[in-house]
């Protein structure tokens, strides 16, 4: 099974970008926008780890289910 290493430096990438995004709002007084980038990025990095998953999940029911 081949481990995607890639996929965890981007999770690891969007939240240290989203991170420094919303410091930069909050100290900007802009807090609204800040927690809506936090919202956005949290979204996209969900569906990315619900795409792994699913790969996941499809490579557990070939190798059990014998498909």
Sequence with gaps: MNVDVNAIF???GIGIIIA???TVL???GKEDMAH???VI???VVLF???R???NLFQ????IFLFQ
């Design 41 to 43: 990025g949290f979204v």
């Design 36 to 38: 809506w980038v936090t």
């Design 52 to 54: 792994l998953l699913d």
């Design 20 to 22: 420094m995004i919303h």
């Design 48 to 50: 990315m780890v619900v």
């Design 10 to 12: 981007q999770i690891a």
């Design 59 to 62: 490579e557990i029911k070939t």
């Design 26 to 28: 909050k100290q900007m």
